[in-house]
């Protein structure tokens, strides 16, 4: 443990939960002043100042044998493409390294309070997509580790996210330690403003694009204002109508998904010759059937319009290859009347042998509702499903939601300092409002406090943290010129 921490902020607290939320629910309990209160007093335990220092444990986990655990449960011939996609950049090994992440946070100062944590808050994970109201909104966008956990973790993993992308991109020591400080200086400024809010003013706050960009037009250079509205003109454009043209080609009259091994494998080619002895649609009808009881009534009768038409494994991501992941294209009234949904596994969350298990037991579950907890408009064809049996004859949770809907990710390597700079600060703020709908916000911006206390110890903390990550890195690619680790590149 880092040296001068006191003893008392070396440990995780987890607080009792309430038994319907995993949470705990402070708003029922004590009045604002009383949580100001707490929050002020969690000072005296886990001072401010002690987030700042990160030193390795002598028994610290080696991050290369988490990483081989988690293989285990993967598609075996997947797990070498994941390796392979670590291996490119410091960062995309931090993309893929959220478990030896989970476990150094573990042993790091927090103060107790619990959120719904998104549990791999990393600035890849933020982006656009539209809302139910045809809105386009910035928020959280990954939710395959959310879990009720300190909130501490989050602020940390995006931080730090942004000092190791901040490095990859050549940025100078200055353009660096401002980035991290403009985000945790963010999130602390939102969390107060919305600790003054009453609780459906908080619920209701979303981060609208289009007031963003009004906002900070003028903070954006010219070439800045023109990359920005063409990326937000070309999220409009990304639906299943363009997945249908990407991705399919016309069969006997019907759209088939066409094969790209191993990035996008059709059912019918993985089951090879059992795809005749086997009725498949009527087991995907069954699963289908399973997954709408999952959704609100209304939605499920707008499923219900659509049906099978062809399905496939996809490799999605960096730290997700090697998890079951489907792509199911449904059809509606016709051929031009497209739906694609993402079937994707759901594991354990990284968190839960840190920060405990789920509530659910079933991991599809505890996504979908993480998301819809933490997401200020969420995906209307969320859902879950189990496969008591998959085609490699084990039991599988899953998730499903929409594979297109105006999503899109900014290309942080093409960003300049002040660009990420000031993406750092939209994440802060998305990352404070997720919080907010499910911890007490009014006693974590008590413990923040008026000043720059807490994100200057934010931004030491990426700094070493960092560091910490290219030596990860390194121990990571020895492991694959060894042999110990089997990666294959350019998937």
Known sequence: MPAGVPEAARRTVVLPRSTTTGLESPRQHQSPAERRVRGKAARAEVPRESHAKWEPSPDRPDPVALLESQGASRVPDLVPVRYGRMMETPFTYYRGAALPMASDLASTPATGMIVQACGDAHLSNFGLFGSPERRLVFDVNDFDETLPAPWEWDVKRLAASLEVAARENGFSDKDRRKIVLSSAARYRQVMRQLSGEGNLDVWYTQVDIDEFRARFDNLLRDRQRKELDKGLAKARTRDSMQELNKLTKIEDGKPRIVPDPPVIVPIRDLLGELAGAVDFEKELRALLGQYRRTLQPDRRVLVEQFEFADMARKVVGVGSVGTQCWIVLMLGRDESDPLFLQVKEAEESVLARFAGPSKYSHQGERVVNGQRLMQASSDIFLGWQRVAAGIDGKARDFYVRQLRDWK?????????????????????????????????????AAYLGGSDVFENAIADFSAAYADQNERDFQAFNAAIASGRLVAERGV
């Open 408 to 444: 899109f990710s900014v290309d942080i390597a093409a960003m300049v300092p002040r660009g990420l700079r000031l993406y750092g600060e939209l994440c802060g703020l998305t990352l404070a409002r997720a919080h907010a709908r499910s911890g007490d916000e009014i006693a974590i």
